[in-house]
């Protein structure tokens, strides 16, 4: 299957994330092809390895026993990220089972993009190229650092690759190094990071 294919498919998963069962089973052959498989036991798994007392997020503790959506909400450091999310229909996906793992750009990386940018994306008529931007920082799988090489590559939702980097125990994304790492939710893990990453044009 040629990567546009991929990416439609992806897509079409995102855009119906209420009723998601059949695209799983293709999405979870992808993760497969990165090494990275689908763990049926994240939320269980998701309780044992986080952090007592969660991870501070601009001062506000995030914590395993709620799902990323909800950790989102609750974070004001990742309200640009809840809100595109809502607008986009993903909020709604990453309330559900997952897991998923989320390179969770800051309110500090929507605000270094040039000037009407995410304001534009934000119009009802930009909704699908907003799901392709989202979907650019989703991984279908619960990926914590640890389980991070240098130089893997990870499918995205939106289709196509993100290049992880590893060096001593910094963790980077197509080279905007993560800030802060393992945010364990129920349901998957964030990672904070201060850039949006932009899909590379095809």
């Known amino acids: 299957m040629t990567q546009r294919l991929i990416a439609a498919a992806?897509?079409?998963?995102?855009?119906?994330?209420?009723?998601?069962?059949?695209?799983?089973?293709?999405?979870?052959?992808?993760?497969?092809?990165?090494?990275?498989?689908?763990?049926?036991?994240?939320?269980?798994?998701?309780?044992?390895?986080?952090?007592?007392?969660?991870?501070?997020?601009g001062g506000v503790a995030l914590t395993a026993d709620r799902t990323l959506a909800a950790n989102l909400a609750a974070a004001p450091e990742l309200s640009q990220l809840l809100r595109a999310s809502k607008q986009a229909g993903l909020a709604e996906r990453?309330?559900?089972?997952?897991?998923y793992t989320v390179f969770a750009p800051s309110n500090a990386a929507f605000k270094a993009l040039p000037y009407g940018f995410m304001a534009g994306l934000l119009k009802p008529e930009s909704k699908t190229n907003l799901e392709g931007l989202l979907g650019y920082h989703v991984v279908l799988s619960r990926l914590l650092a640890v389980d991070l090489r240098d130089g893997q590559e990870l499918t995205t939702v939106q289709g196509q690759k993100i290049r992880i980097g590893v060096q001593g125990e910094q963790v980077t994304v197509n080279g905007v190094p993560v800030s802060t790492p393992d945010v364990v939710s129920s349901n998957g893990v964030l990672h904070v990071i201060d850039k949006v990453l932009l899909p590379p044009a095809e």
């Not at 069962?21 to 390895?49: F, H, I, N």
């Open 10 to 57: 992806l897509l079409g998963l995102l855009l119906t994330a209420c009723n998601s069962e059949p695209a799983e089973t293709d999405a979870t052959a992808t993760a497969a092809a990165d090494s990275v498989a689908y763990d049926p036991d994240a939320s269980t798994d998701s309780l044992r390895m986080g952090k007592a007392g969660g991870v501070l997020v």
């Open 94 to 99: 990453l309330a559900g089972e997952g897991p």
